[in-house]
């Protein structure tokens, strides 16, 4: 069964890049029709979807974020990539890596402060 696991710093000062990377084991992320996305949740809110990648390697972001979010991948890892720039404490959530039909990572916890 495919698990999907978070790492990333769970801090961040504001107007630097977070970068958050997800591992994937139990499948390959370049095989199949499956979308690999990034979804956060900031504290008191609702879910917010990202980005994805999908396995054909094409990319596709949030219109609100699409400025600032780069989704890359490392097929030789099996990894794949979160990069949002010029973060501030708005950007402070609880960030999941996602492949679709519904399999989630635990969520890894950012904090944009200085």
């Known amino acids: 069964q495919v698990q999907l696991q978070e790492s990333g710093p769970g801090l961040v000062k504001p107007s630097q890049t977070l970068s958050l990377t997800c591992t994937v084991s139990g499948g390959s992320i370049t095989t199949n029709d499956y979308y690999w996305s990034w979804i956060r949740q900031p504290p008191g809110k609702g879910l917010e979807w990202i980005g994805y990648?999908?396995?054909?390697?094409?990319?596709y972001y949030s219109p609100s974020l699409q400025s600032r979010t780069s989704i890359s991948r490392d097929t030789s890892r099996n990894q794949f990539t979160l990069q949002l720039s010029s973060v501030t404490p708005e950007d402070t959530a609880v960030y999941y890596c996602v492949r679709s039909q519904g399999y989630w990572g635990q969520g890894t916890q950012v904090t944009v402060s200085s």
């Open positions: 990648i999908h396995s054909g390697g094409s990319t």
